[in-house]
């Protein structure tokens, strides 16, 4: 595990070290400003034309798109897709338990200002109030654009993926679903689990099939 982590951690440097500066940003100005005020500060800048855009960017931490992706990878190797897909489950499954089990009683936006004029919500999007920590659609798109930086190998691309994760928990923030706080805990908790599961997985040992996809399978029914 230990050298396969290494190799990992030195393959997605850039991925990784935006996401290690988005984190530790969002906890520097969560102690500086205080929860209430960082949350204000970020949900209170809102445009018209912003609005549409967070309001699909935050599909890019839906588990249906993670889902799509997994298919996808499966033209590629069954390997990959896999674990692809356990890093899906891992996250969403700890993020699930945390916020049901451990943070049950953390509130979100909508339940936590009795005054919620002050919060801006975006038309026509479903707001919940409670089971805030950690964000499940953080946790999501950290979790998949990492597993997209590993699949492209390409380390420069690792930033843009790390930045459209950003968004993806920004839009949490900006939506009035959740406070920076569980945007933080979601963005270190899907890396962490994807890191895991493909520094300890190793599909090549596990049969022939991992080696195969979708293609070759259709390319071998001719």
Do not use: C
Not at 30 to 51: E, S, V
Not at 117 to 124: A, L
């Amino acid at each position: 595990m230990g050298a396969r982590l290494a190799k990992l951690l030195r393959a997605q440097g850039w991925f990784l070290g935006a996401t290690l500066l988005f984190v530790l940003t969002g906890i520097l100005l969560l102690q500086l400003m205080g929860r209430d005020p960082l949350f204000m500060a970020i949900n209170g800048w809102h445009t018209p034309w912003a609005d549409p855009v967070f309001q699909y960017t935050t599909w890019l931490g839906d588990g249906v798109f993670f889902a799509v992706v997994v298919v996808l990878l499966g033209f590629y190797r069954f390997g990959f897709a896999l674990l692809a897909g356990l890093s899906f489950g891992l996250s969403s499954l700890l993020a699930q338990l945390l916020k049901k089990l451990v943070f049950s009683d953390a509130l979100r936006p909508k339940g936590y200002f009795d005054d919620l004029s002050v919060v801006h919500f975006v038309e026509g999007v479903s707001v919940h109030a409670r089971n805030a920590f950690p964000s499940g659609h953080t946790t999501t798109a950290f979790s998949v654009f990492l597993v997209l930086a590993i699949f492209l190998n390409k380390p420069k691309a690792g930033v843009l993926l790390a930045v459209l994760a950003m968004l993806a928990g920004w839009s949490r923030i900006y939506l009035g679903q959740h406070f920076p706080e569980d945007v933080v805990a979601g963005a270190s908790l899907g890396t962490l689990t994807t890191l895991l599961v493909f520094s300890t997985l190793n599909p090549e040992t596990w049969g022939k099939w991992t080696r195969l996809s979708f293609r070759t399978l259709k390319q071998k029914s001719r």
